[in-house]
Nanobody, 127 residues
Framework: QVQLQESGGGLVQAGGSLRLSCAAS????????IMWFRQAPGKEREAVSC????????YYADSVKGRFTVSRDDSKNTGFLQLDNLKPEDSAVYYC????????????????????WGQGTQVSVSS
């Protein structure tokens, strides 16, 4: 059974940092791009960032560029999203996903169907 498990969310003050993890079991993540999405109450899901396989380029939404850093450790079968200089508008449930075909380009083109999803972790930023 394939499972993606996010962790690392929490409550921080504006300007603070969090590091989200996406640990996989039942699947080898090195063959997949790892995506991060977020969804705030009453808002649509937003594509935040993506790290491709091997040396493929990463992707960041304009709203997080320069503040978030995506990475992966294939030896640990885990993806990461470092959130720095957090703002209240970053508050949302953050989800990771994995997709094999198309890599981060699929996400940038607005793809909606991903191979695997995590359950999400809450990030709350107070002003």
């Amino acid at each position: 059974q394939v499972q993606l498990q996010e962790s690392g969310g929490g409550l921080v003050q504006a300007g603070g940092s969090l590091r989200l993890s996406c640990a996989a079991s039942g699947v080898t993540l090195r063959n997949y791009a790892i995506m991060w999405f977020r969804q705030a109450p009453g808002k649509e899901r937003e594509a935040v960032s993506c790290v491709g396989e091997r040396d493929a380029p990463s992707y960041y939404a304009d709203s997080v560029k320069g503040r978030f850093t995506v990475s992966r450790d294939d030896s640990k079968n885990t993806g990461f999203l470092q959130l720095d200089n957090l703002k209240p508008e970053d508050s949302a449930v953050y989800y990771c996903a994995a997709h094999r075909s198309g890599g981060c380009v699929y996400m940038q083109l607005g793809g909606n169907e991903y191979d695997y999803w995590g359950q999400g972790t809450q990030v709350s930023v107070s002003s």
